[in-house]
Structure formats: C-alpha cells, structure tokens
C-alpha cells in the first residue's frame, strides 16, 4: 500500500489526451510538501518529468503538464505516441514518515 | 554531461553485506544532495536513504534504519551505500539519484542505471 494513490493503469489512443491521479494526505500533499513526477520507459531508469506540480525540466516536451487540486495532483499527457507507453510515478516528501514517498505507479499504455 | 555510475551490486546470502558505489560526472558533486531509490522486481519505485552535501546529515527509511549507511567523499564525486544484514526483502535494483535543483532538495533531477542486488541463500 503506497502512502500516495496512483490508479493502476490508464489507456488511450495516439493523440488522445490522458490524466493520471496522486491523491495524497495531510502529511505530503496536504502539508504542502511539492509533487514530483517521473516516467520510467521498459527497462530503464526513472527520469524526472514534472517537478514542483508544473515545472518541467529542460528537453521535456509541453505535451507533458502537472496540476494541483486539494490534496490531490494530476499529469495530463496531450497528443499521446506511441513512446509514451510506460510507468509514470508521483513523489513527494511525507512529514510524518521524514522521508520521500512515490505512488505505486501508473502504467501508460498507447492503443 | 550529467552521468551517475552504479557498480558493486550481485548475488550475497541473507545476513550477508554489500557496498554499492555510485560515481558522478557532469555536474558539480559536492553541492548536490544525493540519495538511493531502490525498486524490487515488478514493484514500484521506494526511497532509501539521502545524505546531504558535505556527507555530515543522514536519512534513512525505517526499513533500513540501523542496517544500511549511506556516505560521500567528494573527492572522488563517488556515493556510497554500505548494506548489512541483508534481507530477502532487500533485492532490489538500487538507483542512485541527485537532488540538484535548487530548493527542491527531495526531487531527483538525475538517476543512475540502477544495480541489482539479489539477497538469496
């Protein structure tokens, strides 16, 4: 059981929009501690996609954004491909366990 | 070119130990926080332990706590994490991971390959 709330799997067709959810706690989210998001490809490391709720890092194309609504935090992936199809994890920092936690991940997968 | 390098993972026994090592490049080592992220087989991704710059403040998951230390010599622009008492529960591919940007110290801006420790008798 992850202390955020990821769904476990969304779909969607090439060039569709998809959202994906964290819902938090009062001691993450609702404390005010920043999510974070991160796309990990098959077999590959993790990398950072989304910090802060809505920076991206440089190179990340804006067809990735982040939003905050409560104790809750959305990745919204616009003109979906085919290269997107992988795990997207959120993270953020709890107060009561004084340490990173990541939702249990949501797997992309491209019609 | 920002590169993190893991190496000294592999197969130990239960109650054995291992040292993970993982050098930097690319960036400017001694002023990142750094931390170790592990993800078991088919599982999601879980924080480990994170150190601070100059290697004098430590934090570790309960799960770890008092098995595991994590360490730093900037010199070499190498982290480290020395791991005793190895559990079953501990195979694991290990990343480590900098938390380079500014005020943002729990976010991981660049992640390692990963090592895979495997704890079985």
């Known amino acids: 059981q992850s202390v955020l709330t990821q769904p476990p799997s969304v779909s969607g067709a090439p060039g569709q929009r998809v959202t994906i959810s964290c819902t938090g706690s009062s001691s993450n989210i609702g404390a005010g501690y920043d999510i974070h998001w991160y796309q990990q490809l098959p077999g590959t490391a993790p990398k950072l996609l989304i910090y802060?709720?809505?920076n991206r890092p440089s190179g990340v194309p804006d067809r990735f954004s982040g939003s905050k609504s409560g104790t809750s935090a959305s990745l919204a992936i616009t003109g979906l491909q085919a290269e997107d199809e992988a795990d997207y994890y959120c993270?953020?920092?709890?107060?009561?366990?004084?340490?990173?936690?990541f939702g249990g991940g949501t797997k992309l997968t491209v019609l | 070119e920002v590169q993190l390098v893991e190496s000294g993972g592999g197969l130990v026994q239960p109650g054995g130990s291992l040292r993970l090592s993982c050098a930097a490049s690319g960036f400017t080592f001694s002023n990142s926080w750094m931390h170790w992220v592990r993800q078991a087989p088919g599982k999601g991704l879980v924080w480990v332990s994170r150190i601070n710059s100059d290697g004098t403040r430590t934090t570790y998951a309960d799960s770890v706590k008092g098995r595991f230390t994590i360490s730093r010599d900037n010199a070499k622009r190498t982290l480290y994490l020395q791991m005793n008492s190895l559990r079953d529960e501990d195979t694991a591919v290990y990343y480590c991971?900098?938390?380079?940007?500014?005020?943002?110290?729990?976010?991981?801006?660049?992640w390692g390959q990963g090592m895979l420790v495997t704890v079985s008798s």
């Open positions: 993270q953020s920092y709890d107060s009561s366990l004084r340490g990173s936690v």
């Open positions: 991971a900098s938390a380079g940007i500014p005020y943002f110290d729990w976010t991981y801006d660049f």
């Open positions: 802060g709720y809505t």
